[in-house]
């Protein structure tokens, strides 16, 4: 269930959610394409219009002057006169003849001044006319902030001077900004460098222009929308999705999950919804049935084969009985033929009554109802006790049992007669598999609170395509290498094991060795489970 609502997931994320933020990254990258553009081209205007400004001021300062002044080369007129006339400035006569008005800038103690000079006293010196420069008058119209400064090294974030785009958000330091400090926005990056000179070419301050914040703004509200956009687009589909989770994808999930409690034989499991669609309904009905006729069909068939085994189990036992006293006056009498073919058909019918039995104990064999007696138990007795009891079968073989378990050594908390059973069972397969002069070991060692138990034979070995398969119900193998039996003994088994909170695994090659590995806690609920 859990693998398929990762598929489900998966699917979501791919078909939902990925196109949403594809589609928010690609919205993104083309709205910073186009700010980036806008911004270039608005700097490079922006730049051409501030550089016009420079130029602007002076003609502009230089032609108030002479207004204000009316100025006339042949008749001077007095400094005093000239310092009424222009009482924003300040004037002072300085011993350099120019022949005509000549106007520049000037850094007077981290103050950019205006200067015009003007002939005076009959072109032998000249009257230096000075303002200090109002920059908000020097930036350009529209988007711009200027930031006036007299070192070109100087700290980003310490300006002398400074003038926004009122239209802007009002100005804060840059580092204390909060908005540019969530959103450092790409058009922010773009800026100019202008270098103001003196009258002798000499630089003597710069003035930086860039783009107002209004524009990281209008990026940052387009980011915001394209989030909100996002994030409701995810909420969608997340509530689509949950819709679709819960009217198909739990369905399915409960069909998945009831396929294989009907796998493993819990025929009487059904399946209950509220949903409401009809699909989803008739599924779950043509499930129900399903179940509902194979239970039936497996109480008919399992009362039917118990039957046929239990009717077949009394002649078996008295045709044993009479074979027997057959096969010994055959001997007594010296018909050494007639006695071997006696043995012969008591042999077969031994092994019929094994089949039977076996049949009927699987049959009779409920894990649900059946209670396990938790007692100490001694391994190595259990293992000799079976090897007794298999005596026969070892010495016609001339098998050699190899019980690796010491006596005493190894004791667990476990149900006596039931993990009889399981050894029983292990063992005659080992030894009905297992040639003449071979071996079968038994080996156990401890595991932490687990103790490991081994039964390897050097037999003919199980295939590869039947290992995976061997502890199934009926499953009697399809290779030739290995006799596995009717099907029933290995699934007791396994059932056994489990009951006892332990794991069978085996493993084995052909021709060379099978070893089943038997894992049991050492201690158990000593109440019966």
Not at 156 to 182: C, G, H, V, W
Not at 451 to 464: F, L, Q, R, S, Y
Not at 488 to 494: Q, T
Request: proline share 3%.
């Amino acid at each position: 269930m859990f693998k398929f609502a990762k598929y489900f997931f998966t699917v979501f994320l791919i078909t939902a959610i990925l196109p949403l933020v594809l589609m928010f990254l690609w919205n993104n990258s083309q709205v910073q394409k186009m700010h980036a553009l806008m911004s270039k081209n608005g700097l490079s205007n922006g730049t051409a219009k501030l550089e016009e400004n420079l130029k602007n001021n002076l003609s502009i300062q230089e032609g108030e002057i002479l207004k204000k002044l009316y100025y006339v080369t042949s008749n001077p007129v007095g400094l005093r006169e000239i310092k009424n006339s222009l009482k924003d400035y300040s004037i002072k006569v300085v011993p350099k003849p120019v022949a005509m008005p000549v106007s520049f800038y000037e850094d007077k103690n981290d103050t950019l001044i205006s200067c015009t000079l003007l002939p005076f006293a009959y072109k032998t010196n000249s009257l230096k006319i000075c303002k200090p420069v109002d920059i908000k008058k020097l930036r350009p119209s529209g988007p711009y902030n200027i930031e006036l400064r007299f070192e070109k090294t100087q700290e980003p974030y310490s300006y002398i001077n400074i003038a926004t785009d009122p239209m802007s958000l009002q100005y804060f330091d840059k580092k204390t900004f909060l908005a540019e400090r969530l959103f450092k926005s790409k058009a922010n990056s773009y800026s100019n460098l202008l270098e103001i000179k003196n009258e002798n070419n000499e630089t003597i301050a710069y003035i930086n222009i860039s783009l107002a914040f209004r524009q990281s703004r209008m990026q940052i509200d387009n980011i915001l929308t394209g989030l909100i956009i996002l994030i409701i687009g995810i909420i969608s589909s997340f509530i689509i999705g949950m819709i679709v989770k819960k009217v198909f994808v739990l369905p399915i999930m409960a069909l998945s999950k009831a396929t294989k409690e009907i796998e493993k034989g819990n025929l009487n499991f059904r399946l209950t919804t509220t949903n409401n669609q009809e699909l989803i309904q008739n599924i779950y009905n043509s499930f129900n049935d399903m179940a509902e006729n194979l239970e039936t069909k497996e109480n008919l068939r399992q009362s039917f084969i118990s039957n046929l085994t239990h009717d077949l189990r009394t002649p078996l036992v008295s045709q044993a009985q009479s074979l027997e006293l057959i096969s010994q006056k055959f001997k007594e009498i010296g018909l050494q033929n007639e006695y071997e073919l006696a043995e012969s058909l008591a042999k077969n019918n031994e092994h019929l009554l094994k089949m039977v039995n076996l049949i009927l104990e699987s049959y009779s064999f409920d894990s649900k109802k059946l209670r396990l007696n938790i007692e100490k138990v001694d391994l190595n007795k259990i293992i000799s006790d079976c090897t007794d009891k298999l005596k026969p079968l070892i010495e016609d073989k001339k098998i050699q049992v190899i019980n690796n378990i010491y006596q005493g050594g190894t004791q667990i908390d476990a149900d006596l007669f039931q993990l009889t059973r399981v050894f029983m069972n292990l063992l005659s397969n080992a030894i009905e598999n297992t040639k003449e002069n071979d071996y079968i070991k038994i080996n156990a060692h401890y595991n932490d609170s687990d103790v490991i138990i081994t039964i390897e034979d050097n037999g003919n070995g199980i295939a590869p395509e039947d290992l995976k398969f061997i502890f199934d119900r009926y499953y009697s193998g399809k290779s030739l290498e290995r006799k596995l039996g009717s099907g029933f003994g290995l699934s007791v088994c396994e059932k056994l094991v489990s009951m006892h909170n332990g794991t069978i695994n085996v493993e084995s090659e052909i021709n060379k060795y099978t070893r089943f590995t038997i894992k049991l806690p050492q201690n158990q609920n000593k109440e019966d489970k």
